[in-house]
């Protein structure tokens, strides 16, 4: 049985009682719907780091919104930007490691004194890593501003649709469906604040045009309506792709 194939069999039974299920396709993802707009995810990554015998992996999860341009679960994990947060065990480290005697050919020396353990009893550990350690924090991800917290930059900006580009990692409308004027317009000013002093003055004139756009979206009555229908799109168009990898909500 090949690494993916385990992982995907065995994290699908651990993590059945709490909500995930294995979604169509042949990316390993684990997802659980929080009503209709956010999904949590779990999978893995190569961890870039193995040297025979032994295979090192990280287990990594994330979170998506349906306010997205697209949501895809068909990339790799290891470079899904939205699949950023690592999940480790219980003494703090973040890359699990099993034996793999299958790599070994006669006559050569490997390295020896890493985890002697096999692909299943390694697998279970970082299973019960997940139940014990990302799970709690995944369950305090309940709603769109839960969300604000986790994706980060992906989350803080908004876009000019008049002038937007495609990119499926944006998340930035969730501000619209979050904050007023005011609001946005004040956490840009505090992060202005944080900011170093030598970036200061760039950052200030990136708040500018952040709250020229939101202004736009609160006085322009074409362009609020054109934000608000492109919403609705993002929303059943995810519903109906998600719906697709065979999850129910």
């Known amino acids: 049985?090949?690494?993916?194939?385990?992982?995907?069999?065995?994290?699908?039974?651990?993590?059945?009682?709490?909500?995930?299920?294995?979604?169509k396709g042949k990316r390993p993802y684990?997802?659980?719907?929080v009503g209709d707009e956010i999904i949590h995810a779990v999978s893995y990554a190569d961890a870039g780091t193995s040297v025979r015998p032994y295979k090192d992996f990280n287990v990594v999860w994330g979170l998506a919104t349906?306010?997205?341009?697209?949501?895809?679960?068909?990339?790799?994990p290891r470079y899904e930007i939205w699949m950023k947060n690592y999940v480790?065990?219980?003494s703090g480290h973040v890359t699990f490691q099993y034996r793999d005697d299958s790599t070994l050919k006669p006559g050569l020396h490997y390295r020896v004194g890493g985890n002697?353990?096999?692909?299943?009893?390694?697998?279970e550990r970082s299973?019960?890593?997940?139940?014990?350690?990302?799970?709690?924090?995944?369950?305090?991800?309940k709603t769109l501003k839960d969300c604000m917290e986790i994706l980060g930059a992906i989350s803080f900006y908004v876009y000019d649709l008049d002038f937007e580009y495609e990119c499926d990692e944006k998340e930035g409308m969730l501000n619209y469906k979050l904050y007023t004027l005011e609001k946005f317009e004040e956490r840009w000013r505090k992060s202005v604040e944080r900011i170093e002093s030598r970036y200061k003055e760039k950052h200030a004139q990136l708040m500018k045009e952040q709250v020229a756009i939101f202004r736009k979206y609160t006085e322009d009555e074409?362009?609020?309506?054109?934000?608000?229908?492109?919403?609705e799109r993002?929303?059943?168009?995810?519903?109906?792709?998600l719906r697709g990898y065979g999850l129910e909500f």
């Open 1 to 23: 049985m090949t690494f993916n194939t385990a992982f995907k069999h065995l994290y699908a039974e651990k993590l059945a009682p709490y909500g995930f299920r294995k979604i």
């Open 30 to 33: 684990l997802v659980r719907m």
């Open 66 to 76: 349906v306010y997205r341009p697209k949501i895809n679960l068909d990339g790799n």
């Open 88 to 90: 480790w065990d219980a």
């Open 116 to 123: 002697d353990v096999d692909m299943m009893e390694e697998l």
């Open 127 to 141: 299973a019960e890593a997940v139940i014990q350690n990302a799970l709690p924090r995944m369950d305090q991800v």
């Open 222 to 231: 074409r362009y609020h309506q054109k934000v608000l229908e492109e919403m």
């Open 234 to 241: 993002r929303k059943a168009a995810n519903q109906a792709i």
